[in-house]
């Protein structure tokens, strides 16, 4: 059974970091996408940074593209969000998800691709 579990969420100021993980478990990731995506109360679940294949991506919303970066290290199953200078508009449920397969600049943004999906971390930046 494939598992995606998310940590390294909380509570930071604004300006702050945060890490986030993914570790996955069921199967290897290694050669398939994975994504970031968030969800703010009220409001639907938004792309947030995937990276597929090594060769492709990684790929960012603009509106944390330079302050956010993903990456993955394969052989621990991971896949790591660090999020610096972060805002009270970052605030949300971080989620993990994973394509069974890969996925390029653009379809990687659309959350239908992703068929597993972890629980999701909170992240929360107070002004």
């Known amino acids: 059974q494939v598992q995606l579990v998310e940590s390294g969420g909380g509570l930071v100021q604004a300006g702050g970091s945060l890490r986030l993980s993914c570790v996955a478990s069921g199967r290897t990731f290694a050669g398939n996408a994975m994504g970031w995506f968030r969800q703010a109360p009220g409001k639907e679940r938004e792309f947030v940074a995937a990276?597929?294949?090594?060769?492709?991506?990684?790929y960012y919303a603009d509106s944390v593209k330079g302050r956010f970066s993903i990456s993955r290290e394969n052989t621990r199953n991971t896949v790591y969000l660090q999020m610096n200078s972060l805002n009270p508009e970052d605030t949300a449920l971080y989620y993990c998800?994973?394509?069974?397969?890969?996925?390029?600049?653009?379809?990687?943004?659309?959350?239908?691709?992703?068929?597993?999906w972890g629980q999701g971390t909170q992240v929360t930046v107070s002004s």
């Open positions: 990276i597929s294949r090594n060769d492709m991506g990684p």
């Open positions: 998800a994973a394509v069974d397969g890969y996925c390029s600049k653009y379809a990687c943004r659309d959350r239908r691709l992703y068929r597993h």
